[in-house]
């Protein structure tokens, strides 16, 4: 349980400071540092950063280490990806995004 709160905390602050730009594709992070910022274990921050992955938000790559990657690879349609959007500076494409989706469906 503990577990869940501390990924789920750290996944949304990382989430949104990817979405909205604060943290731009291209940089790299570590275990070592969300660690540290978080206070969270390892394993913590090795499963954020696979939730992460999943969403298209970063990627990890042996030798590479973990890179935030741009929103044409993001996984825009997930819900967390929309909340995160919406939450930042991306909210009017983002809405404009889910209009056009609405009109097509």
Excluded: K, Y
Excluded at 67 to 91: H, S
Aim: proline fraction near 5%.
């Amino acid at each position: 349980m503990a577990t869940t709160v501390l990924h789920t905390t750290v996944l949304d602050a990382l989430g949104r400071r990817i979405t909205s730009g604060d943290v731009p594709a291209g940089t790299p992070l570590t275990l070592e540092s969300i660690g540290s910022e978080f206070g969270v274990s390892r394993t913590v921050a090795r499963e954020v950063m696979r939730l992460l992955e999943g969403l298209g938000l970063v990627r990890s790559r042996r030798r590479v280490g973990i890179v935030v990657l741009g929103i044409e690879d993001w996984n825009v349609l997930d819900p967390r990806v929309i909340r995160w959007r919406l939450e930042g500076p991306g909210r009017d494409p983002q809405l404009r995004t889910l209009t056009e989706l609405r009109h097509a469906v």
